[in-house]
């Protein structure tokens, strides 16, 4: 296939690095020659690089630059030509003149694909007298090393398209998903579940940036926690990006912004690119400060309590969380207390799903001072979290936090996190928000449920697709959660999805797609 790409930035020399790779011909443009001699100095050098690492042949790279053709002018005409790949900057009017002009130089047998990341491609295609012939192909930076590909058929599209599509993209060795012509199409709007809620839980000063990014990295296992992932990708890009797609749904609950971020984006505390964000960058930058020592007695008697009913809980399990603590206490040679009343020396811990250790106190009359809420999320590293209250006393705390991080013999100790009390604590909020927006694009059809978990895994680099976190969980358990966050909190934005509910209704996996209507027709 002769392919065009129309841009030669960052992203086009990706794209064309890419198909030529894939063993097509690709005819490199720009409006800027220089721009498109810099590209190809840079795909060879990189091809050169894979060569030493012994990656690629000499034979093999050589092929590729050879099939790479740098074009003077981007609206030259051609019979040839298959596809066009437009890669140039994000803006409605720039990118429909260029299709115009595509359009009067080549044939109409030609696809068009657009590489925007946040606009409508179907907005895009009305600048085309015919629209039918444009879709987005949304490749993720760096191109060569991101293996995942967005196809989005705008409204016009025509319906062979994306199939086409699809078959390129996998035949040069990255995945395809299809997704509707929705703000942030998949990966974008996905990932808005977890920056957003680390946002929420920052506005409620559950625990400062760094805290929530251990937590995030050592219980849920994530590369980044959401800030470090924020300063990465620059706030100001990110900011745009969870206003957009919260305005492009109707200003929906679950994708609310949070206040934190504009005045941080006009005094340019944008991230790494600005030396400084959410933390410092650069020689002289003082890092997060390091969590504090553990100093309080460890031998002091603890004893475990089950949390109260709430809407929806289920009591077998509430038993489970505090036998489980009970039990990794025990086997860290911590003093654990049993019986119906707290006994006057020990500490109170509660096991929490979805509400507040407050709530608690207030229901079993636990002494305030010395209960707190305990985690019981599964962690990916050894890393346990404490939640304190108002009311706690300040050296039962650090001796809550000093039993919390024994270990049992031949084991390292843990790292003990402590927030402030809050519905949930922090990673069963994250949690819940990551697979609540995945439900809610799954439940609007805006993309299949393999597709989803695909995409987020490849596009973000979570450990598991988010559905699939959440079946790890269980479906019953994720509806407990989101209904106890609700409960607890009466904020719409925890609200659970028809998706999750009526799968833990019927018993169904999350990401099971189900049976729709139109597959009862005959």
Known sequence: MRIRIVGAGAMGRGIAQWAASGGHTVELCDVRPEAVTEALEFVRSMLERAVRKGRLSAEEAAATSDRLIPL????????????????????LGTK????????????????????????????????????SRLAGLHFFNPVPLMRIVEVVPGAATRPEIPGALTALVESCGHR?????????????????????????????SVADPAGIDRIARDVLGLRMG?????????????????????????????LRPSYLTPNRVVAGLHGRKTGRGWFGYGADA?????????????????????????????????????????????????????????????????????????????????????????????????RRVLAVTAASDPSAARDARAVLARAADGEDPYAVSV??????????????????????????????PGDIDLAVTAGLGYP?????????????????????????????RHRPTRWVTERAQLGLALTDPGTAPGTCDG
């Open 72 to 91: 003077a002018d981007p609206w030259a005409e051609s019979a040839d030509v298959e596809l066009v790949v437009e890669a140039v900057r994000e803006d």
């Open 96 to 131: 429909a003149e260029v299709f115009g002009r595509l359009e009067r130089a080549l044939p109409a047998s030609t696809v068009f694909a657009t590489n925007t990341s946040s606009l409508s491609v179907t907005r895009i295609a009305t600048a085309l007298k015919d629209p």
């Open 176 to 204: 395809a998903v299809t997704v509707a012509d929705t703000p942030g199409f998949l990966v974008n709007h996905a990932g808005r579940g977890l920056v957003t809620e680390a946002l929420a839980l920052l506005e409620e």
């Open 226 to 254: 959401p800030f470090e992932l924020m300063d990465l990708t620059g706030l100001d890009v990110t900011a745009a990006v969870i206003d957009s797609i919260w305005q492009g749904f109707r200003y929906e609950d679950r």
């Open 286 to 382: 003082p890092g997060p400060a390091p969590e504090r020592p553990v100093t309080g007695d460890a031998d002091r008697p603890v004893q475990v309590v089950a949390e109260p009913g709430g809407p929806g809980s289920g009591g077998s399990w509430r038993t489970e969380r505090a036998a489980a603590l009970r039990d990794a206490l025990t086997a860290s040679g911590a003093t654990v207390r049993t019986g119906a009343a707290p006994a006057a020396d020990a500490l109170v811990l509660v096991p929490v799903w979805g509400t507040t250790v407050a709530a608690a106190v207030a229901a079993l009359g636990l002494p305030a001072a010395r209960t707190f809420a305990v985690d019981p999320l599964a962690a990916a590293g050894r």
């Open 419 to 448: 927030v402030r009390d809050t519905a949930g604590s922090v990673a069963q909020r994250l949690l819940a928000s990551i697979v609540s927006v995945a439900a809610s694009i799954a439940e609007r059809s805006l993309a299949a």
């Open 464 to 492: 598991v697709g988010p559905l699939a976190w959440g079946d790890r969980i269980g479906a019953g358990r994720m509806l407990e959660l989101h209904r106890a966050l609700h409960a607890t909190t009466g904020d719409p």
